[in-house]
């Protein structure tokens, strides 16, 4: 298996609080993703990074800001946090040769209360 | 657009039997994979097994097998001699642009001993 890492692996906030999730990699893939996963929707994106500073949004982008300054952590901000984004928020990444193959970390449960 | 539909959220089976799990989705391309992950109560994603779209023979991984059906775009997932260690959440999922997955709802499988 790839090496991913996400910290924390749980947290509990309060809303308004600035909140930020941190994914390291260590397969020296070029593209990161951030999903959040809620009942009901499966995994949804976020944001994605198809490299180092390379940053676009996806589908469910709204109060969250990504980082890439290096290839190995992609770091997923929630400036404000609010009780609609309580959820569990994966990091997947993928070789930029590989389609096929997207690798995901074991997750963070994030309460925001 | 492109979308991925399972449209059981849940389903139980016995010990040693087969079942079924369906999928749906909706692309203009013609080439394309298409995967089936495993999530666990441990929350870690596992794939399960992959079709290529080019390829007429429906994969298979031991235990696991899928019926794909390009033209009806069709992609479900048979699990035979089922165990209690299948028990989980099962993700139909499609790589849109970028190599991001899109996932369908989900389906939650109870193997009964």
């Known amino acids: 298996d790839a090496g991913i890492t996400q910290s924390p692996r749980h947290k509990v906030t309060e809303t308004g609080t600035p909140v930020t999730l941190r994914c390291h990699q260590t397969?020296?893939?070029?593209?990161m993703y951030w999903y959040r996963q809620d009942p009901g929707h499966g995994l949804r994106l976020i944001h994605y990074s198809y490299g180092v500073k390379d940053t676009d949004k996806g589908e469910v982008s709204d109060g969250y800001s990504v980082s890439r300054s290096k290839t190995e952590d992609f770091l997923l901000t929630l400036e404000s946090a609010t009780s609609s984004q309580t959820s569990v928020y994966f990091c997947?990444?993928?070789?930029?040769?590989?389609?096929?193959?997207?690798?995901f970390g074991p997750g963070t449960r994030l309460t925001v209360t | 657009a492109q979308t991925v539909t399972q449209s059981q959220p849940e389903m139980s089976v016995q010990e040693a039997e087969t079942v079924t799990l369906s999928c749906t989705y909706d692309?203009?391309?013609?080439?394309?994979?298409l995967f089936w992950y495993k999530q666990p109560p441990s929350r870690q994603m596992i794939l399960v097994i992959r079709q290529e779209a080019y390829k007429q023979q429906n994969a298979t991984e031991n235990r696991f097998s899928v019926n794909f059906q390009k033209a009806a775009k069709s992609f479900s997932l048979k699990i035979s001699d089922s165990q209690l260690g299948d028990t989980a959440m099962y993700f139909c999922a499609f790589p849109g642009n970028t190599g991001k997955l899109i996932f369908g709802q989900g389906t939650t499988l109870q193997v009964k001993p």
């Open positions: 997947a990444t993928r070789d930029r040769d590989r389609p096929y193959e997207q690798y």
């Open positions: 397969e020296n893939h070029r593209y």
């Open positions: 692309t203009s391309e013609s080439n394309y994979y």
